[in-house]
């Protein structure tokens, strides 16, 4: 008998039960790491995909302001002829707005 009462061998029981569930547990742990660590490199995937969508839709987005802006000026210059022209046209009396 040991100290506390009870016998070598169920303290012996109680410590490999005790072990038994540590390992387990651990097996437990491991897996389900290994399930996260799975997880966080799809994750990872993802928000590499999806930061280079958004790349690639600022690209587009910075194009299309640059053809805008080509297209203002365009429109600028057009309409800034045709005010000239109206104003030339009135000055000879031969407005088509009179």
């Known amino acids: 008998m040991t100290t506390s009462g009870e016998e070598p061998s169920d ?3 109680r410590i490999e039960a005790i072990l038994l569930q540590t390992a ?7 897996f389900v790491l ?6 966080l490199d799809q994750l990872t ?16 987005l910075m194009a299309s302001i640059e053809i805008a ?20 046209e009135g000055e000879n009396g031969n407005s088509p707005l009179a």
């Open 24 to 30: 387990t547990q651990q097996q437990t742990n491991t």
């Open 69 to 88: 802006e080509t297209d203002r000026q365009t429109f600028q210059a057009e309409i800034r002829r045709v005010w000239e022209y109206l104003v030339r």
């Open 45 to 60: 995937n993802r928000v590499e995909q999806v930061a280079a969508e958004v790349a690639n839709l600022n690209d587009i």
């Open 34 to 39: 290994g399930e996260v660590a799975t997880k």
């Open 11 to 13: 303290r012996l029981d």
